[in-house]
Nanobody, 129 residues
């Protein structure tokens, strides 16, 4: 089981940027596709972005395309989410997660929580208007 810890969240004004990091311990991340999810108050946890084990493949929810970038550094066992042009509707607790399915699973169809088996504790991102 891999342990995941998110960092880099906080309060930012609309239009600003934040970079979230997800550091892993226990096992190397290089074998896993990784993802970011978010959960706003009163809403379901939703998929944000995913990245293949090599970093070559990525996928995003439509609402963040062109604004967010997922990346990874397998040498540092860390996954990142660069968030630019933030909007108040991006306010949520953000979670990183390690996938339990191969990358080809994420090429079509929806990306679900059940596709991931290890989760971080989450970190708050608040975007003020």
């Amino acid at each position: 089981q891999v342990q995941l810890v998110e960092s880099g969240g906080g309060l930012v004004q609309a239009g600003g940027s934040l970079r979230l990091s997800c550091a892993a311990s226990g096992r190397t991340l290089s074998s896993y596709a990784m993802g970011w999810f978010r959960q706003a108050p009163g809403k379901e946890r939703e998929f944000v972005a995913a990245i293949s084990w090599s970093g070559v493949g990525t996928r995003y929810v439509d609402s963040v395309k062109g604004r967010f970038t997922i990346s990874r550094d397998n040498g540092k066992n860390t996954v990142y989410l660069q968030m630019n042009s933030l909007k108040p509707e991006d306010t949520a607790v953000y979670y990183c997660a390690a996938a339990n399915k191969p990358w080809r699973t994420f090429l079509v169809g929806t990306v679900d929580r059940g596709d991931f088996s290890s989760w971080g504790q989450g970190i708050q991102v608040t975007v003020s208007s």
